[in-house]
């Protein structure tokens, strides 16, 4: 998998823009504010996913511009293909100039995986921040299971409206029991695949921690389920009626509280190291190195399912890491395409080869080979 050209056209503060980047380490400097992490945000995009930044669409576009159109040409699979988004009023997908129906048909075509400042947090954080690494790194294999978290969480929304509603009008109690299903459905199909990930992720970060603290101490990962008596061999039908009957358990409690209090949304990811929970007892550096060994373990487990290997997008980390954790870093990414973003070139002398794009208010003034 090797970009090979990028160009952008009204995409946030970048007006036009085109890149032909090296089918390495690819350094993007300058000052803050310069369009770095967009030019890093508008390839995210063709990974099929939503922006890591939590950025609305219209957000994206060029202020006092109705449409924001962004374009990649790769190689993978043994031939050269292509991939364009428009984004604004006049919404669009195209691969290899062929329309497609959502974003979501980019899933598969161009994988990626990124890290960035927010991502260092996914350990100290609410448990919000890692639900949402597992929906992208899943989301990003499966196509399905973006569909069916999509389900739920329109079943959700449906659901604590009607749990407000009921207190003040009890003739609507008997549809509740519709909404349910609908949770179940969908929200049992999310539980299982997320445990199926969980269970190759955590085998995956827990030999890249290994690495990383050279034996010190070892890191675990768990489903934390909000399903009480939850075990991890449940299958399908399992999740179903569990899921159904802690739903019926917490009915009371709900329409007092006028939420959904059990489900996949209030899911998490356990994280210990040496058996003690990361985020309450982990350290700075211990912390980050569980950070590290889950966005390269996500990495791996993306070219064995695909068969592809994962562009690596690395959002203004490398000043975050200390020596060691950015050399591991840079090490393990070994022959894959990697577009690093930092505000100062110094960086590209420690990395020996590649190649150095220099961005000005959202425009690229310069590469070297």
Request: aromatic letters at 8%; proline letters at 2%; a neutral charge.
């Amino acid at each position: 998998m090797r970009i090979k050209r990028i160009a952008l056209q009204n995409f946030r503060n970048i007006e036009q823009l085109e890149l032909r980047p090296g089918e390495g380490i690819n350094l993007i400097h300058g000052e803050n504010a310069q369009g770095k992490t967009n030019l890093i945000e508008a390839v995210w995009l063709f990974s099929g996913m939503k922006s890591f930044r939590g950025a609305r669409e219209s957000e994206m576009v060029r202020f006092g511009q109705e449409n924001a159109r962004l374009t990649v040409e790769f190689f993978s699979e043994g031939r050269d293909q292509s991939a364009s988004l428009t984004l604004g009023g006049k919404r669009g997908v195209w691969v290899n100039e062929i329309k497609r129906d959502a974003v979501s048909d980019l899933c598969g075509v161009l994988p990626a995986v990124v890290f960035s400042p927010v991502h260092l947090s996914l350990v100290k954080d609410g448990p919000s921040e890692r639900r949402r690494f597992l929906d992208t790194a899943i989301g990003q294999l499966l196509p399905s299971y973006n569909s069916a978290l999509s389900y739920y969480q329109k079943a959700l929304f449906q659901r604590n409206a009607l749990l407000r509603d009921v207190q003040y009008h009890s003739e609507l109690l008997d549809t509740l029991e519709i909404w349910d299903q609908n949770l179940v459905r969908a929200g049992a199909q999310v539980m299982l695949l997320r445990q199926r990930y969980i269970a190759r992720i955590g085998q995956a970060a827990k030999e890249v921690y290994e690495g990383i603290s050279k034996g010190r101490e070892e890191m675990n990962v768990f489903y934390q389920c909000s399903v009480e008596g939850y075990d991890p061999d449940w299958d399908l039908p399992k999740l179903r009626g569990e899921l159904e009957k802690a739903l019926r358990a917490h009915r009371a409690e709900d329409i007092r509280q006028g939420v959904t209090s059990v489900g996949i949304h209030r899911d998490d990811l356990a994280i210990t190291l040496g058996g003690l929970s990361a985020r309450l007892y982990g350290s700075q550096g211990q912390q980050r190195s569980c950070v590290l060994a889950l966005k390269l373990a996500e990495c791996g487990i993306i070219e064995e399912s695909m068969g592809k290997v994962p562009v690596i997008l690395l959002d203004d980390v490398m000043s975050e890491l200390d020596h060691s954790r950015r050399d591991y870093l840079l090490n393990r990414i070994g022959e894959r395409q990697v577009f690093i973003t930092c505000c100062e070139e110094d960086i590209f002398h420690v990395l020996q080869s590649g190649r150095s794009f220099l961005i000005e208010n959202g425009a690229i003034k310069g590469g070297e080979a």
